[in-house]
């Protein structure tokens, strides 16, 4: 399994973003797969953002709550990141993770976020 995240970039501060994580090599099992959102701000942990479960169930971190949007489409093998109102602390580098049903972990690259302020 592979990821490809990408979407990031140069943004200010109350603007949009959408980023996008294109999964290969699932073949059919991909519908299985949780799939999440975390990012690491410079000098930070890397934490949680939001995920998408195989079902319709989805979670957010509180400090993206009511202004980020999971979401993925299982044709596509895409999962995506609306991101609204973005503020200077969404600054991160943002990876896509994928979690079988057997508990394996694959990550993508992350993809570079920057809001202005």
């Known amino acids: 399994v592979q990821l490809q995240a990408s979407g990031g970039g140069l943004v200010q501060a109350g603007n949009s973003l959408r980023l996008s994580c294109v999964a290969s090599g699932t073949g059919s099992a991909y519908s299985t797969y949780d799939m999440s959102w975390y990012r690491q701000a410079p000098g930070r942990q890397r934490e949680f953002v939001a995920i998408?479960?195989?079902?319709?169930?989805?979670q957010y971190a509180e400090s993206v709550k009511g202004r980020f949007t999971i979401s993925r489409d299982n044709a596509k093998t895409t999962a995506y990141l609306q991101m609204n109102a973005l503020k200077a602390e969404d600054t991160a580098i943002y990876y896509c993770?994928?979690?079988?049903?057997?508990?394996?972990?694959?990550w993508g690259q992350g993809t570079l976020v920057t809001v202005s302020s």
């Open positions: 993770k994928a979690r079988t049903v057997r508990h394996d972990d694959y």
């Open positions: 998408h479960a195989s079902g319709p169930y989805t």
